[in-house]
C-alpha cells in the first residue's frame, strides 16, 4: 500500500464567497479559480495547485452543510515569510489574532482571522 499525507484536502466554509475569495486574493496575492462541485450543492473557488507537489489542495466553499467559525480546524498556509502576509491581512478586511512569533525548529506562525470568521495559520521557516 502506498504510504500517503495525512491531508489530502481541504474545505475553508465561508457565508460569502465573493467576499471571501477577495480576502484570500489579497493576502495571498494570488488568483483563485472556480471549482465545479459534482453534487451542485455549493460552490467553490479553488487556490492554485499542483496535486503532484507536496502539501495539500483546497477550496473556499460556501454549502448548506457546513458554516464558517472560530474554535475548529486550523489550517496552516505555507510561506516564505509569513509577515508578509500578515501584513495583508488587515487591509483585505481580516484580523490579526496572534502576529508572528517563533515556534523554534519549525520556524515562525501568524494567526489570523478571515472575513468569515474562520481562524487560519500562516507558517514559514523566515
Known amino acids: ?15 460569502n464567497l ?9 493576502v495571498f496575492a494570488t ?25 495539500a489542495a483546497g477550496a473556499l466553499t460556501k454549502s448548506d452543510h457546513a458554516k464558517p467559525g472560530v474554535g475548529g480546524t486550523t489550517i496552516y ?11 495583508r491581512v488587515e487591509e483585505a478586511g481580516g ?3 496572534r502576529p508572528k512569533f517563533s515556534i523554534g525548529e519549525f520556524g515562525w506562525v501568524t494567526l489570523c482571522q478571515d472575513t468569515e470568521g474562520n481562524v487560519f495559520g500562516l507558517n514559514s521557516m523566515e
Open 1 to 15: 500500500m502506498t504510504k500517503m499525507n495525512a491531508v489530502g484536502w481541504f474545505d475553508i466554509y465561508v457565508n
Open 18 to 26: 465573493d467576499r471571501a475569495t477577495a480576502f484570500y486574493e489579497t
Open 31 to 55: 488568483k483563485l479559480d472556480p471549482m465545479g462541485d459534482p453534487t451542485g450543492e455549493t460552490q467553490m473557488m479553488a487556490f492554485t495547485a499542483d496535486m503532484s507537489a507536496y502539501g
Open 77 to 87: 498556509f505555507m510561506s516564505k515569510d509569513c509577515a508578509i502576509e500578515q501584513a
Open 95 to 97: 484580523q490579526i489574532i
